[in-house]
């Protein structure tokens, strides 16, 4: 399972941090992704990293404002969302897929994904 948490509303400018507890399994040889659904719009993967081999990525819309971290001890990936703007207003999830898989799917097509975290940023 996985238990996503942080969100919360913050002014334009600022910062939050998501956390993604998982359960039931451990982090060795998985890929664990952050993903977001805005009102009306299409679930869009928004990062990953890799504990296999330490492979991060960030979609064009985050880079250079959000940071992906990982605290195997914990089984915890946290999402450092920095510089928020008004169009990161989104639920947002987190995801899970064998590193072998996620290497040859986008993250929509992760299967395993835990309950969404409301973010909202005011402008």
């Known amino acids: 399972q996985l238990q996503a948490s942080g969100g919360g509303l913050v002014q334009a400018g600022g910062s939050l941090r998501l956390s993604c507890a998982a359960s039931g399994f451990t982090f060795e040889d998985y890929t664990i992704a952050w993903a977001r659904q805005a009102p009306g719009k299409e679930r869009e993967g928004v990062s990953y990293?890799?504990?296999?081999?330490?492979?991060?990525y960030y979609a064009d819309s985050v880079k250079g404002r959000f940071t992906i971290s990982m605290n195997i001890a914990q089984n915890t990936v946290y999402l450092q969302m920095d510089k928020l703007k008004p169009e990161d207003t989104a639920v947002y999830y987190c995801a899970a897929a064998r590193s072998i898989v996620a290497r040859e799917i986008p993250i929509e097509s992760y299967p395993s994904w835990g309950q969404g975290t409301q973010v909202t940023v005011s402008s």
């Open positions: 990293i890799s504990n296999s081999d330490g492979s991060r």
